[in-house]
């Protein structure tokens, strides 16, 4: 260890995002009172969309000098930068989101757009992190902002139940991750995931490898909660169905994408070693969770918790990717959440704007006509869906091509199968929505549907851009995270 | 550019153009359609010459990098096989905007850009020479097809749409699964390349192995053609559709599953087709003589034609699978025919519906009087369908059942009989539709300019393909001829084959 323990100037350029974010988010706790009632909305919103794309910018500036940052505890790579684009653009389509959002609902925006930056900042420093406290912190800025922003409406029962379900629920399942992060550190004396896995892998001094599997199980509790995997998946159609629209559209997107990116640099590091011993639950939870969300999906009528179940779904393919445990199949889960997140906030944007004042609208008839009156905001729904299901030409098709690819690479071959099936299943209820919008003629929810509001329009149409250019030119997108998922060791 | 890439990349530039025209300019979507379809036809009518040139080789072969890594290509080629299909897609497609000219009055630019985007994902199904491409097409005419019998079909079009939906995206998964297996094993998508490793032996697929791959993609392709029992999708999806999605369901998607048989199942696993070809055809036989009983009961007149497409494409299957010159030659033949004769009945039906709003023959007799000439280019069709000597159906059907009767006679015995039953049901149709008495208040108008118009070159082919066979013939042996060398190349690497295809390699060889 070196004997200097004062960051350089370059340390904390590598972490410039994580710390334009936290800086905004304080700044807009102290301008909250200071503005008037009608103007914070706007003057609020307008800071934290700067102060997104300022660390949008520093994510990607930082990347011009990649390396580690603060003792090894962060380190910026390809990997980190993928990430942290990611869930600063999916915080910006969250914010574009919500702007009408809080106003319809006449909420108050004070600490709204706050929480968003710092779990953005959470979510920064959960892809940049090295180190397990790291990222345990990190998960812990996340989180608390996202269970604070999934009960915001606070007189609202349903928002009520969201927050405490996925408080209760959501603490339960860290406290498995730090019990395993504990054993981990006992085991190893090390909380670096690359002096972890020096140590599993030094003969002479490696523990035992079923007390490192026990972590390793232990640790997996955490985070295939977080990411809600099945059988850790109760949690999550009652959340986002409960929670605000926008605020489902970042929690099931932002969170789980930086979930997924801890999970897989510990167990593509620190647990490369004994890769064999998570391979068969990972495996195992992979298929698990694609059944549950699928077909559980199948039989919804809320839009909100069909999006919920399927994003179940979702996180079994991007296992299936981890399943694969390859570098291809880490590049191929990179992929996959990036156009994940894409169609599935693209999808809550236009449930956003359905659902009308105190979200009344959220059944899946209350679509009908949708193509006749607002044909461009079908159109573009339709594309999220047409993604969702795996169609060619879009970001959806690609990532599951790629996932499954990586899948028959690494032999498993009743994996890709299954998956595959399941994806079929999934078009079934993904086409009930199109079939509502599209061939049933215009109910009374259509009668008082108001114009959509520039904040959505925006969002929408850069997430549909996004999926169709992921599902056309997937190359760019790829071969950066081909070239950063062999970065990680 | 190629002449090839322009005829696909038009109907996508008409698909574009219709999105930017205001909806309420109804008339300018509809001429926009019909000038971007016939264009495309013109302009493919010039892709003939260079294919007839050397018919097994790929002509306007274009190959750009779409994807670097993994290495996927727009990769596009013509060869005797995908010529006259291509050809089938860009003739059916003005004459679907021809029909559906007044029958649409509702959301008018969605249809007419719905159809313009399925033209554009049939043409690219049969030139794609890339795997992947190939899929990627596949999938995208599924799109424009769901929303054609969705939206303007009939009352139970919704469950028929997503039935249709769900049947091809379960079948075809499992072949985008074995179109990665085949990539990781070699490395590439493209499917010259790939047939050139399995015929000099750089790609040997082990027994399970090559039955598996071979299964996954005969699983896409049989729930499209429709072979019996995977065809339940068919009757639904025909009868609610709008007439000008029943026509191009029938005319021209279809094919796309036969289209995959012969071009991929057959040379690229040939041993496995040879091994399973028995039962294939038993399916396939069944297919006809069910698909032919169950049209002869039909009160419904769409329903009847949708059954009579399961018992014709039975023969192409049949045709196929019997790895005979004649065969194959005759099935690729009764592709065209059945795209062009059940395509003309369908908008013939599709004509009676609009005078009538019925598709009941129970609510029909005796139209021959009021309209004479409907009834004589139905009962063209009706003959050309049923197969009479010098309409197009005779020749097909000939040349499968020639085929059979090399690989073994008793197909030839069941196969058979179907073309009796056709003649069956189809006339029995006639007789009850068009000849009788009329029903009281009976107004049947006869067909009108544009209905001509429409109708007149598929009658002008039916006789044509009937009489001068040869026009076409020569083209499509020369590429067949190329598959099935090409499957008897690879035999030499697999020493265990059923005995009874080595006299059928004999005869094709000695052609």
């Known amino acids: ?489 | 550019m190629s002449l090839l890439n322009i005829i696909l990349a038009l109907p996508f530039i008409g698909f574009l153009l219709v999105l930017f025209i205001p909806r309420t300019a109804t008339g300018t979507i509809r001429r926009l359609a019909l000038i971007v379809s016939l264009v495309t036809l013109i302009g493919s009518l010039g892709l003939i010459g260079a294919v007839l040139k050397s018919p097994s080789t790929f002509a306007f072969e274009r190959d750009y990098v779409w994807i670097t890594y993994p290495p996927i290509h727009y990769h596009v080629g013509l060869d005797g096989l995908s010529i006259w299909l291509v050809l089938l897609s860009t003739l059916l497609s003005p004459i679907a905007v021809l029909i559906s000219w007044r029958s649409i009055e509702h959301r008018v630019k969605e249809f007419f850009a719905f159809l313009l985007l399925l033209e554009f994902g049939l043409i690219g199904v049969f030139v794609a020479l890339d795997l992947f491409l190939f899929y990627v097409f596949w999938e995208v005419s599924l799109v424009p097809m769901y929303f054609l019998v969705g939206i303007w079909g009939h009352e139970r079009r919704i469950y028929a749409a997503v039935k249709f939906f769900l049947y091809t995206m379960a079948a075809s998964v499992l072949m985008l699964a074995g179109i990665i297996y085949l990539y990781n094993k070699t490395g590439t998508f493209d499917y010259p390349i790939l047939l050139d490793m399995l015929s000099s032996g750089r790609l040997l697929l082990g027994h399970t192995e090559a039955l598996l791959l071979f299964l996954a993609f005969f699983l896409a392709f049989a729930v499209k053609v429709p072979l019996f029992p995977l065809h339940t999708w068919l009757p639904d999806a025909h009868v609610e559709a709008p007439t000008a999605g029943s026509v191009m369901l029938a005319s021209v998607m279809l094919k796309m599953g036969t289209y995959g048989l012969v071009r991929f199942c057959v040379p690229m696993f040939p041993n496995s087709a040879r091994e399973n070809a028995p039962w294939i055809i038993v399916l396939a036989i069944i297919g006809i003589i069910y698909g032919a009983l169950v049209a002869m009961v039909q009160p419904n007149m769409k329903k009847l034609v949708a059954y009579s497409s399961v018992s014709h494409l039975g023969f192409v299957v049949l045709g196929t699978f019997s790895f005979t010159q004649q065969g194959m030659d005759g099935a690729v033949y009764q592709m065209l025919n059945h795209g062009i004769s059940t395509g003309a009945l369908f908008m013939l039906v599709g004509y009676m519906y609009e005078r009538r709003h019925s598709l009941e023959i129970r609510d029909y007799g005796g139209v021959a009087t009021p309209a004479p000439w409907l009834a004589a280019v139905f009962l063209v069709t009706t003959l050309a369908s049923v197969g009479l000597p010098s309409l197009n159906n005779f020749v097909g059907e000939f040349l499968v059942l020639q085929g059979a009767a090399i690989a073994n006679y008793n197909y030839v015995v069941f196969a058979a009989v179907g073309v009796i039953l056709s003649a069956v049901y189809m006339l029995w149709l006639y007789q009850r539709t068009f000849l009788g008495r009329e029903p009281s208040g009976f107004h049947m108008p006869d067909l009108n300019g544009r209905e001509w118009a429409a109708i007149l070159p598929l009658i002008a082919l039916m006789i044509w393909m009937g009489i001068a066979p040869q026009t076409f013939l020569p083209v499509v042996s020369a590429s067949n001829a190329r598959t099935l060398s090409l499957s008897n190349i690879n035999r030499e690497f697999n020493v265990k084959t059923t005995p009874v295809t080595v006299p059928l390699v004999e005869a094709a060889n000695a052609r």
Not at chain 1, 12 to 31: D, H, K, Q, S, Y
Not at chain 1, 132 to 147: H, K, P, T, V
Not at chain 1, 227 to 232: G, K, N, V
């Open chain 1, 1 to 489: 260890m070196p004997g200097n323990f004062l960051p350089t100037g370059v340390e904390f350029f590598r972490f410039l995002p994580e710390i334009i974010l936290t800086i905004a988010g304080t700044f807009m706790m102290v301008l909250d009172p200071l503005t008037n009632e009608r103007g914070r909305q706007t003057v609020l919103h307008n800071v934290a969309l700067v102060a997104l794309f300022g660390a949008l910018w520093a994510a990607i500036v930082a990347y011009s000098n990649p390396g580690p940052a603060f003792q090894n505890m962060l380190m910026v790579d390809g990997f980190a930068t993928f990430f942290r684009v990611l869930v600063i653009v999916v915080g910006i389509l969250a914010v574009l989101t919500s702007g009408q959002y809080l106003r319809r609902e006449r909420a108050d925006a004070g600490e709204y757009y706050a929480l968003i930056v710092f779990s953005v900042t959470g979510q920064c420093v959960m892809a940049a992190a090295n180190e397990l406290i790291m990222i345990f912190i990190g998960l812990e800025i996340s989180s608390i902002s996202s269970y604070v922003l999934a009960g915001y409406l606070r007189d609202d029962k349903r928002n009520n139940e969201s927050a405490l379900k996925y408080f209760l629920l959501g603490s339960f399942a860290t406290a498995f991750m730090l019990y395993g992060i504990a054993w981990i550190y006992g085991l190893t004396g090390s909380t670096n995931l690359t002096e972890i896995r020096r140590i599993i892998m030094t003969p002479e001094i490696a523990p035992s490898a079923a007390l490192v599997g026990t972590a390793a199980a232990l640790m997996f509790v955490g985070f295939a909660f977080k990411i809600s995997a099945a059988p850790f998946q109760i949690w999550a159609p009652d959340v986002y169905q409960g929670a605000p629209a926008p605020v489902s559209a970042f929690m099931s997107t932002g969170p789980k994408a930086a979930a997924f990116a801890i999970f897989l640099r510990v167990y593509m590091t620190a647990f490369t070693p004994i890769t064999s011993k998570w391979v068969p639950l990972m495996w195992g939870a992979a298929l698990l969770s694609m059944i549950v969300g699928n077909f559980a999906a199948l039989t919804q009528i809320n839009i909100k918790r069909l999006l919920a179940y399927s994003s179940i779904a979702h996180a079994g393919y991007v296992l299936v990717a981890v399943t694969a445990a390859s570098d291809i199949g880490v590049a191929a889960a990179m992929f996959y959440l990036a156009a994940y997140a894409f169609m599935q906030v693209g999808a809550f944007a236009v449930v956003t704007h359905i659902a009308r004042r105190g979200e009344r609208r959220l059944d899946i008839d209350d679509m009908a006509g949708l193509g006749q009156r607002q044909p461009a905001t079908a159109a573009l729904l339709t594309i999220f869906l047409l993604s969702l299901i795996g169609v060619p030409l879009t970001g959806g098709f690609f990532g599951k091509f790629y996932v499954f690819k990586a899948a028959l690479d690494a032999n498993l071959i009743w994996l890709t199968v299954l998956g595959l099936l399941n994806s079929a299943v999934a078009a079934y209820y993904y086409l009930r929505i199109i079939v509502v919008m599209y061939m049933r003629e215009p109910g009374p929810a259509m009668e008082d549907l108001p114009a959509v509001s520039p904040g959505v329009k925006a969002a929408l149409w850069i997430s549909a851009v996004a999926t169709l250019v992921l599902g056309i030119f997937p190359s760019f997108v790829l071969e950066f995270a081909g070239k950063s998922a062999a970065l990680i060791k």
